[in-house]
T-cell receptor, first 113, second 107 residues
Framework: GAGVSQSPRYKVAKRGQDVALRCDPI?????LFWYQQALGQGPEFLTY????????KSGLPSDRFFAERPEGSVSTLKIQRTQQEDSAVYLCASSFFSQETQYFGPGTRLLVL | DAKTTQPNSMESNEEEPVHLPCNHS???????IHWYRQLPSQGPEYVIH???SNVNNRMASLAIAEDRKSSTLILHRATLRDAAVYYC????????FGTGTSLTVIP
């Protein structure tokens, strides 16, 4: 079937705006991961879901970041009151189970002005 | 969680083999070794993974040291399309990517 999709692919926000980034995982994948990738760096873990349960959110940089996966499929990463340091590519990945191979989406490039 | 160490960059001539090293001296007995690569403006792409034995697939080979403290990703004949950042990762519930190795393939 289709791979992991993310939308929007690009987002420009003014400092202080709220943004919502969407991830559609591969159908049937139980686990879903969010990563943040700054320019020139490797992806950094943000949070992890198993079905609708958020089992690990230790990588979320502040309480302005919030993720949900209410029906165990689509997930949304929300960033409130965006700051310039939030500018990065946000990657979503899914897998059958948590320690299986992860399949990544193309990412959402967020630019906060 | 165990971390990995990779060289920042490597170069290879086209159609020659490439050996990308990775050190993971604090690996635990249940950690699988995964390799991903990331082409410009794309999400990471799975390459190969293994636990103890060497592994081969259509993309690459993975050689794992007997003590599992290091591994090597082998691209048998590098092509220009193999130019990417290669990440060696030990899995748990979180994948720690580090900064990876940027591979340049010279025509």
């Amino acid at each position: 079937g289709a791979g992991v999709s993310q939308s929007p692919r690009y987002k420009v926000a003014k400092r202080g705006q709220d943004v919502a980034l969407r991830c559609d995982p591969i159908s049937g994948h139980v686990s879903l991961f969010w990563y943040q990738q700054a320019l020139g760096q490797g992806p950094e873990f943000l949070t992890y879901f198993q079905n609708e349960a958020q089992l690990d959110k230790s990588g979320l940089p502040s309480d302005r970041f919030f993720a949900e996966r209410p029906e165990g499929s689509v997930s949304t990463l929300k960033i409130q009151r965006t700051q310039q340091e939030d500018s990065a590519v946000y990657l979503c990945a899914s897998s059958f189970f948590s320690q299986e191979t992860q399949y990544f989406g193309p990412g959402t490039r967020l630019l906060v002005l | 969680d165990a971390k990995t160490t990779q060289p920042n960059s490597m170069e290879s001539n086209e159609e020659e083999p490439v050996h990308l090293p990775c050190n993971h001296s604090t690996i635990s007995g249940t950690d699988y070794i995964h390799w991903y690569r990331q082409l410009p403006s794309q999400g990471p792409e799975y390459v190969i993974h293994g636990l103890t034995s060497n592994v081969n697939n259509r993309m690459a080979s993975l050689a794992i040291a007997e003590d599992r403290k290091s591994s090597t990703l082998i691209l048998h004949r590098a092509t220009l399309r193999d130019a990417a950042v290669y990440y060696c990762i030990l899995n748990g519930n979180q994948f720690y990517f580090g900064t990876g190795t940027s591979l340049t393939v010279i025509p």
